[in-house]
C-alpha cells in the first residue's frame, strides 16, 4: 500500500510553498485535491487547487460517504474525497494530504498508519505578519485563522514529526529527507 503523508501546520506557517517545493523534488508524490465550500481565490481553478462545492453538494457527499474526514475550518467546510486518495494510492503513489487539525485526527483514527506530519511557524507573531501580507484574506477571516491557529499549535506534540519553517531552505531540506526516510522505511 502506498504512504498516505499527512501534513497539517497553521494559516500563513508556509505549508502552501513548502508543499509545492517538496513535490518537485519528490515527484512521485501526488497531492489529493480536497473539496471546500469556500470561495475561489484569484488564480485557483476548480479540479485542481480544490474542488468547490456548494454547502448543499458538500452534504450530500457526506451522506454518500465519499469524505474519508471532513471538518469545519473558518466558518467553512473542507474534506478528503475518498476517490481523490484512492485512485492515487491504488495507482502507488504515495499521497500528500494538506489539512488542519481535526481532519489530521479523524485520518489518525481511520488510517494508523498515515505519516503525520506538522509545520511550525518560527513564532506565533510570524503568522500574523505572513497572513496580512498575503493579502488573500481579509481582517475578519485573519483573526479567525489566528484563533485557529492558537488551538493547531498547541496540538503540535500530536504529530509524529515536526518542522520548524523558519528559514525555507533548512525547512524544505528537513521535510524532503523525513518524506525520503519514511518512503524507504
Ligand atoms: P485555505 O482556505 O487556506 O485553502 O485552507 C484552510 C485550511 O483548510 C488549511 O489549514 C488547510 O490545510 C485546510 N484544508 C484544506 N483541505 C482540507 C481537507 O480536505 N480537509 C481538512 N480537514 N482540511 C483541509
Redesign the pocket.
Known amino acids: 500500500m502506498a504512504r498516505v503523508f499527512v501534513?497539517?501546520?497553521?494559516?500563513g506557517v508556509g505549508?502552501?510553498t513548502l508543499i509545492k517545493l517538496l513535490l518537485e523534488r519528490i515527484p512521485e508524490l501526488e497531492l489529493?485535491v480536497?473539496?471546500?465550500t469556500?470561495a475561489a481565490?484569484p488564480g485557483e481553478e476548480d479540479g485542481v487547487?480544490?474542488h468547490f462545492l456548494d454547502e448543499a453538494e458538500f452534504e450530500k457527499r457526506i451522506a454518500e460517504g465519499a469524505f474519508v474526514?471532513?471538518?469545519g475550518?473558518?466558518g467553512?467546510r473542507?474534506?478528503?474525497?475518498r476517490e481523490e486518495l484512492e485512485r492515487r494510492t491504488a495507482a502507488g503513489h504515495p499521497v500528500v494530504?494538506?489539512?488542519?487539525?481535526?481532519?489530521?485526527r479523524?485520518v489518525r483514527q481511520v488510517m494508523p498508519d498515515a505519516e503525520q506530519i506538522f509545520i511550525m511557524p518560527p513564532s506565533p507573531e510570524s503568522l500574523r505578519t505572513r497572513l496580512v501580507g498575503r493579502g488573500?484574506?481579509d481582517a475578519e477571516q485573519i483573526e479567525k485563522?489566528l484563533q485557529?491557529a492558537e488551538e493547531?499549535l498547541a496540538a503540535a506534540g500530536e504529530f509524529g514529526h515536526r518542522v520548524v519553517n523558519d528559514d525555507l531552505d533548512k525547512a524544505i531540506d528537513e521535510l524532503e529527507a523525513h518524506v525520503r526516510a519514511t518512503l524507504a522505511g
Do not use: C, F, M, W
Open positions: 501534513i497539517t501546520g497553521p494559516s505549508k502552501g489529493s480536497s473539496a471546500t469556500r481565490r487547487h480544490y474526514e471532513h471538518a475550518y473558518s467553512r473542507y474534506g478528503t474525497l494530504l494538506e489539512i488542519e487539525l481535526q481532519g489530521a479523524q488573500t484574506d485563522r485557529v493547531e
